[in-house]
């Protein structure tokens, strides 16, 4: 289980681990929901959710992590979100798209 998108990404796309299953934490925290072993617990509060594009663009995970959230605070939809969403920023991920298109 990891939590980073960009280490999600290269645990499941880049290392050979034979028999060994990656997962996002949303995912893995959604399983303990459903089997009861982690309590949903509603706050009145209110949040957005931005999609990590590795996350997101690069790995395709979109609804794990709204449906965990929409478990604790009520999650407002944003204009642009999901596969509409914007990159952030300057990620690990871009840096080594950039390396590897000046080689």
């Known amino acids: ?3 980073w998108p960009i280490c999600y990404k290269v645990f499941n796309e880049d290392y ?4 060994i299953t990656v997962r996002h934490h949303s995912e893995y925290l959604l399983e303990l929901m459903a089997n009861e072993r982690l309590p949903a617990l509603k706050m009145p ?4 959710y931005h999609d990590p594009c590795e996350l ?7 609804h794990q992590p709204r449906l965990l959230l929409d478990e604790y605070v009520d999650l407002i939809p944003m204009k642009l ?5 914007y990159c952030c920023g ?7 798209i950039q390396m590897n298109e000046r080689n």
């Open 1 to 3: 289980m990891v939590s």
């Open 16 to 19: 050979a681990m034979a028999g």
């Open 45 to 48: 509060l209110k949040a957005v």
């Open 56 to 62: 997101g663009h690069g790995s395709g995970i979109y």
């Open 81 to 85: 979100e999901k596969e509409s969403a």
């Open 90 to 96: 300057r990620s690990l991920a871009n840096i080594k």
